[in-house]
């Protein structure tokens, strides 16, 4: 996924200069992970540098580059000295970053108002294009207790809303780690009510509670959770069935073929495709057609 | 390679270091590295003028005797290529490394990488501590989000290819206005010049890449455009009443007005602008959920939980 740094050479030496002003006595190899290129490379701008400087060009004039036992020292660059000026998108990249940053942290937390004081101040300077608005769904206080949990090796203890189940329960758990997975975050721990590893998505924790460090580590049991596979007609709303489902719909499922999917969770499915009112009719396996049918009609009975 | 990038310095150097402007000829004459004709040095700076510019270097043209307007003069003003780093305090250069470095690996990973590569030439780094190190925001952002902001801060025109609500894929030429993040989706708002109206569309649905018009200032975005209809959300002023199961339907009661015991059940009240997607969640709940109130959304749940019914019979 990484995109290469565009290696315009110019470009890289009009940075390097105060780079390399700034950071007197870098080692090479530095240079060149800063920059996202090989140290030959490196070697190449510095040797390229070396003959530029003011008109005249004599050692007064020229910059003055030390770079043979591995680590650089610059001298006579005052010119060049200072970073150069963001470029309109370089600004947006550092704007939307700050946004977004912003948005993980709490309104109380300290960092939250210089960070707006800054936005402010770098949106009003320029007339790059800024996000209307960044939403996230995480709770930024859940978010910094399950992450100061993880820091120091506390036990936390939650009010989670299952999703699937429609429950909240209250669970006590050794937090391992932050994640993303399909761009939701999640908390992974060993729950201890469970006895088992559990993973759980912030913007269903409804309440984190640190209890203090835990005297059991346990090890990452990694849990494996048997899929079911279920089949399926699209009868309309394609991109619905899709997105809900999280499958692949064909383009052309106008044929109202079978389509086939999987799941963690008997409950899920049912649910789902009752959600989706019609829009996907569940064929196989019988066993969740029953309880579809069962289901929906113990619904029905509620409007005898 | 090296020469030009070297002749190219230097003429940055020089024009940076002027306290008035070079002529060409002066240029010619002191700078190393033009070389040959007249012509062909014409041609050379010419070149080196375009691809300066496109650097983001602004050389500024100045004539530099009244009397004969054809000699012009050259100079680049530090003003217009210095950052103003000096505005900047200490946490706050970190909280700018932090912004760019959080796109590593994500869309906007090259020009913050760029951003990142100038922040470093300045001296004062300090740790600022406490703040995340990963960002789901960031990841699930298109990889177009900079032809996106590009287009916006120009006023080019897009075309792209979009899925509609049956997969079929649409072309869309649309004014961009802005665009934003909500839940884990990145959107954006503008003009769709083919049916002379504001849409939204979420990003994850357009197909492939973007293309941007060449022209720039090819529209205005109008003042105000906001307030119109056709932006804002949907009103919600419709209510519903229904009758959830103690302990239930934790979705529904995060966004409920009210909420009254009622035995086993709790009554709660919510506003709603789409009925559609209110069917849509009440039938999730399936049993644990019973629609009181209007008459017309009781009807919709109680025809759509016939259907399933008969279909999965």
Redesign the interface.
């Known amino acids: 996924?990484?995109?290469?740094?565009?290696q315009?050479?110019?470009?890289r030496?009009?940075?390097l200069?105060?780079?390399l002003?700034?950071?007197q006595g870098v080692a090479l190899e530095q240079v060149a992970s800063?920059?996202?290129t090989d140290k030959s490379t490196i070697i190449?701008d510095l040797?390229?540098?070396w003959?530029?400087?003011?008109?005249?060009?004599t050692p007064l004039e020229l910059i003055d580059l030390s770079f043979d036992t591995g680590f650089v020292t610059i001298r006579n660059a005052e010119?060049?000295s200072?970073?150069?000026?963001?470029?309109?998108?370089?600004?947006?990249?550092?704007?939307?970053?700050?946004h977004?940053?912003r948005?993980?942290?709490h309104s109380e937390n300290p960092?939250f108002d210089?960070?707006s004081t800054?936005l402010e101040?770098l949106s009003s300077s320029s007339?790059?294009?800024i996000?209307?608005?960044?939403?996230?769904?995480v709770n930024a206080e859940i978010?910094?207790a399950c992450?100061r949990a993880v820091r120091e090796k506390q036990n936390l203890s939650i009010r989670y809303?299952s999703?699937t189940n429609?429950?909240?329960i209250e669970r006590e758990v050794f937090p391992f780690d932050?994640q993303?997975i399909d761009?939701?975050?999640y908390l992974e721990s060993f729950c201890y009510q469970s006895n088992a590893a559990r993973i759980f998505r912030l913007d269903r924790i409804k309440r984190a509670e640190l209890l203090g460090a835990s005297e059991f580590v346990p090890d990452n049991i990694n849990t494996s959770e048997s899929m079911r596979t279920f089949r399926f007609i699209v009868q309309?709303?394609?991109?619905?069935v899709?997105e809900t489902l999280q499958v692949d719909?064909p383009?052309d499922?106008s044929s109202r073929s079978e389509l086939e999917a999987s799941a963690f969770n008997d409950e899920w499915i049912v649910?789902?495709i009752?959600?989706?009112?019609?829009a996907a009719?569940?064929t196989a396996p019988q066993i969740l057609?029953?309880q579809?049918?069962e289901?929906?009609?113990?619904?029905?009975?509620?409007?005898a | 390679?090296?020469r030009k990038?070297?002749r190219?310095?230097?003429l940055?150097?020089?024009l940076?270091?002027t306290r008035r402007s070079l002529t060409k000829a002066e240029i010619f004459r002191?700078?190393?590295g033009y070389e040959g004709s007249d012509e062909s040095m014409e041609r050379m700076f010419e070149r080196d003028k375009d691809?300066?510019r496109s650097?983001?270097?602004a050389i500024e043209v100045t004539g530099l005797d009244p009397l004969f307007d054809d000699e012009q003069g050259y100079r680049i003003k530090?003003e217009?290529?210095?950052?103003?780093?000096k505005?900047?305090s200490a946490?706050?250069i970190a909280?700018?490394s932090?912004?760019?470095q959080?796109?590593?690996?994500?869309s906007?990973?090259?020009?913050?990488?760029?951003?990142l590569?100038?922040?470093?030439?300045?001296?004062h780094s300090i740790d600022?501590g406490?703040?995340?190190a990963?960002?789901?925001?960031?990841?699930?952002a298109p990889n177009f989000?900079?032809e996106?902001?590009?287009a916006?801060?120009e006023r080019k025109t897009i075309e792209f290819s979009y899925?509609?609500?049956?997969?079929?894929?649409n072309k869309r030429k649309i004014n961009v206005y802005?665009?934003?993040?909500?839940?884990?989706f990145w959107y954006l708002?503008g003009f769709d010049v083919d049916k002379q109206d504001l849409r939204t569309f979420r990003c994850d649905?357009i197909v492939g890449e973007i293309e941007i018009s060449k022209k720039s200032h090819s529209y205005q975005i109008p003042q105000g455009w906001q307030n119109e209809k056709s932006v804002q959300e949907l009103p919600e002023n419709s209510r519903a009443t229904l009758r959830v199961r103690i302990?239930?339907?934790?979705?529904l009661r995060n966004i409920a007005h009210t909420v009254e015991q009622e035995g086993e059940h709790d009554l709660i009240t919510i506003s709603y602008a789409s009925e559609?997607d209110l069917?849509?969640?009440i039938?999730?709940?399936?049993?644990?959920v019973?629609v009181l109130a209007p008459e017309s959304l009781?009807l919709k749940?109680?025809a759509?939980?016939?259907?399933?019914?008969s279909?999965?019979?």
Not at chain 1, 8 to 11: G, H, I, L
Not at chain 2, 117 to 123: A, D, H, V
Not at chain 2, 178 to 184: E, G
Not at chain 2, 304 to 309: G, T
């Open positions: 996924m990484s995109k290469k740094v565009s315009n050479q110019v470009e030496l009009l940075d200069v105060p780079y002003t700034s950071n800063d920059f996202h190449d040797n390229t540098l003959m530029c400087g003011l008109p005249g060009y010119v060049l200072k970073p150069r000026k963001f470029s309109s998108l370089e600004l947006a990249t550092v704007i939307v970053g700050l977004i940053l948005e993980s942290i960092h210089l960070i800054l101040r007339s790059v294009a996000p209307q608005s960044i939403q996230s769904n978010r910094s992450a809303h999703y429609d429950l909240e932050l993303i761009n939701h975050e309309s709303e394609s991109r619905k899709a719909v383009t499922h649910r789902s009752c959600s989706l009112n019609g009719t569940l057609r029953d579809i049918k289901r929906a009609e113990k619904a029905l009975a509620l409007y | 390679m090296s990038s070297e190219l310095v230097n940055v150097i020089a940076l270091a002191t700078i190393e691809e300066l650097l983001g270097v530090p217009n290529f210095v950052m103003d780093s505005g900047f946490p706050e909280y700018m932090l912004a760019a959080l796109w590593k690996n994500a906007l990973s090259e020009p913050s990488q760029r951003a590569r100038k922040l470093s030439g300045i001296t600022i406490d703040l995340p990963i960002a789901p925001l960031m990841l699930s989000l900079n996106i902001i590009d916006i801060s899925l509609d609500s049956e997969l079929q894929v802005t665009y934003f993040a909500r839940q884990s708002t649905r302990g239930r339907g934790s979705q559609i069917v849509t969640l039938l999730w709940h399936l049993d644990d019973e009781r749940v109680r759509s939980l016939r259907s399933l019914v279909v999965h019979v």
